[in-house]
């Protein structure tokens, strides 16, 4: 079973600033899809950026970008001129290509203080 | 585009009765969505997959008979909480696939339900 750690509960940053914020996952598989989707206090889950596992170029997304590394199982998120709307829960996500599956991490508090 | 919606937004029940959830992807056909469930401070979890005509395919520990969905159209999927318990109150959120979209490998989510049972 594939399972995705996210090892940091909260974190906080200065608006403008930069976080990155990490996730680690386990499988087998070589094609997979990795996910970041933020959940504001709406609690709307909205996609932030996404990365096909066979692509070795790393996804960006205006401020958003991602740090992959498929060796490592690694796939942290970095935000950019971090603005207070960034306030959120950030999950990491990853499912199996051709799968229905998606498994979520157990998400990152993020504040952004002004 | 990619919107999904749900209704209601909020639901306040009785113990013993019975709740429905929609959900309804509004500009695209989604043969495949998906129910979640998110407590408190937690992370989502999946509940089961519903696929469109056919019958849903239930999560490991998740009773099928108590959580019955149906996807009647390509446009709608229903959750129903049959005999309600305070412990079912929840936040309840489902996503569908968007499969002539750009990332049909991506789930696009519903603001999600929450729901309370007294």
């Known amino acids: 079973a594939q399972t995705v750690t996210q090892s940091q509960p909260e974190m906080s940053v200065q608006e403008a600033e930069t976080v990155t914020l990490s996730c680690t996952y386990d499988t087998s598989e070589s094609n997979y899809y990795l996910f970041w989707y933020k959940q504001p206090p709406s609690r709307q889950m909205i996609l932030v950026i996404r990365?096909?596992?066979?692509?070795?170029q790393n996804a960006t997304e205006n401020r958003f970008s991602v740090n992959f590394q498929k060796a490592a199982k690694s796939f942290s998120l970095k935000i950019s001129d971090s603005q207070l709307g960034d306030t959120a829960m950030y999950f990491c996500?990853?499912?199996?290509?051709?799968?229905?599956?998606?498994?979520f991490g157990a998400g990152t508090r993020l504040t952004v203080k002004p | 585009g990619a919107v999904v919606s749900q209704h209601p937004s909020w639901v306040i029940c009785k113990s013993g009765t019975s709740v429905k959830i929609e959900c309804r992807s509004l500009?695209?056909?989604?043969?495949?969505m998906f129910w979640y469930r998110q407590f408190p401070k937690q992370s989502l979890m999946l509940m089961a997959t519903s696929n469109e005509g056919s019958k849903a395919t239930y999560e490991q520990g998740v009773e099928k008979d108590k959580f019955l969905i149906n996807h009647a159209s390509l446009t709608l999927s229903t959750l129903t909480v049959t005999s309600a318990h305070p412990e079912d109150s929840s936040f309840y959120i489902c996503?569908?696939?968007?499969?002539?979209?750009?990332?049909?490998?991506?789930?696009?989510f519903g603001p999600g339900t929450r729901l309370t049972v007294l």
């Open positions: 996503s569908a696939r968007d499969p002539t979209g750009p990332s049909t490998d991506t789930q696009y």
């Open positions: 500009d695209f056909q989604a043969t495949t």
């Open positions: 996500a990853f499912m199996k290509n051709n799968n229905n599956d998606m498994r």
């Open positions: 990365q096909e596992a066979y692509k070795q």
